[in-house]
């Protein structure tokens, strides 16, 4: 399974192959495949190993993804990377569009804006990235995101175009 | 140190205390105190060790990092999870801003927005992502970056919008 | 007043000097200053005149312009250019924080990202662009915009990002 | 012809068809078609008659056009709206991309962020958008654009994601 463990100031981090899990995706629509993630029937993707946040919601055209802030996420200048908040969001985001695939289809992201509106440290706790779908057409959907902590406060917000792939 | 290790299909990060690192930045104008995180004088932040990614070139408004995409960088659907381009060209735009910080200056990033043209696998070999100042006023400061391999074929660009913050 | 009016394939607009627009709402708050140009008590801008745009809605932290596209807002490929819904989204988003504002501080825009997901033309009928503030700061506010018809569906959709600028 | 003529604070803005220009660029290349309105064989379409804009240097994957800001772009706070820059750099962008299309192709703007580096005014003369191709595939594009004054100084920049529309 995927795993990550913390020891002091260092971290241990598991994964399995990404092209059996994406394999395993191949068959199914989108939300079968990432409700088998959810529900840990699939193991979850190497970048949600590394940076240690994991999918815990979806429904068709949203997506939910949380993470605890800790120390390993952060930059130079002494709190959390933004490359943190952008990674989530554009994960919620993708995932959301992800959702309206049929199986054999599929999504890739063209672009994503990121909003930094106040600072993460690992003092911030948990917090949820949520995307929901604005647009999706047949060969374009729009996306957007909102990172919050538990009480609601808003911390980073985006959006993004994804294409979307039919069926050979 | 911060050091990031593989071993099979795991990975074992280790990382600095960023506040101690931080506060080395305190005294030191944006320039220097980057150029000590090159000539490895001081230690990379832990996003980079998690990440596994450096800062590999610098000069006034301008700075490179690189980083060799790797298995555990992957997403659910087969490839490079596009949060790495985004952390990467957020890093490299931001430390182009912060060369023109003084010391006790600073700045913060307010947004960014990723084009990713092109997708990234563990094949793709070393990337570098190079960050430009196009704007830097007293108040807010705009850059650009570029994600290339080594042939210079663009992987991935970017813009952000970034606040600087005086001396108090 | 300011004016536009349409004969044939010409079109007549009339506007005022807009310094002494800018000049009256030095001493409101932008909420106050705002509600004045919806009430007709003070005369729309020249770019509301040139495009045939109106702000139709306002209270804190959201307003609402109205335009009817029309074949002067054509592009060379035989549309509505992208250029009116930025320039409307910009409008609603700026002004929702303008309605922030108190007496003597005031915004600049530093950046706006448009999504273009329908195509506009003359025959779409009334569009509106809702702007919402999301975040609003002592140095930096964000917000949101949609476009859509009367029955709701979504023609563009963007964020921004603004600086706030204290009473000196 | 497509005409824009000023008296006092009236503009009086003339347009042609749209369509029927649409319909001539339908069986030229993107290149031949854009040339034909640079050497004014076609009317300019009616947006930029209306914002009294135009394109004036072209060349595969690169389009320029210019405007002398007036007061009738301005916006409620006493400045050049932001929608001028964003149109003309979206025009610029989209215009580059369109170089590249072969007669019965086509391209659609997906999304353009533009940020706003410096306030434009009546005095700021004549400005230049400059449109570059940074990307282009089967299916997706993407260009940057800089609108700068005739010294080369900054005014605003942007990037835009176009989808390649193919011959049917």
């Known amino acids: 399974m995927s795993e990550t463990e913390k020891t002091g100031r260092t971290l241990k981090v598991s994964w399995e192959d990404p092209r059996a899990l994406a394999e395993a995706g ?4 989108g939300l079968e495949y990432l409700r088998k993630i959810v529900a840990g029937e699939l193991p979850r993707p190497p970048i949600s190993a590394l940076m240690n946040f994991g999918l815990v919601e979806l429904e068709e055209g949203r997506a939910v993804f949380a993470v605890e802030p800790a120390e390993y ?15 989530l969001l554009d994960s919620a985001m993708g995932c959301a569009v992800h959702t309206h695939m049929p199986a054999g289809g599929g999504y890739t992201t063209l672009e994503a804006k990121t909003h930094l509106t106040r600072a993460i440290s ?16 047949s060969r374009v959907a729009t996306a957007e995101g909102r990172l919050v902590d538990v009480a609601g406060k808003l911390y980073a917000h985006a959006t993004t175009t994804c294409m979307v792939l039919s069926e050979r």
Do not use: Q
Request: net charge positive.
């Open 122 to 137: 690992a003092k911030t706790g948990v917090l949820r990235a949520i995307g929901k779908v604005l647009h999706v057409g």
């Open 73 to 87: 996420h952060y930059n130079p200048i002494g709190v959390v990377h933004g490359g943190l908040a952008a990674t």
């Open 26 to 29: 191949r068959s199914l629509s």
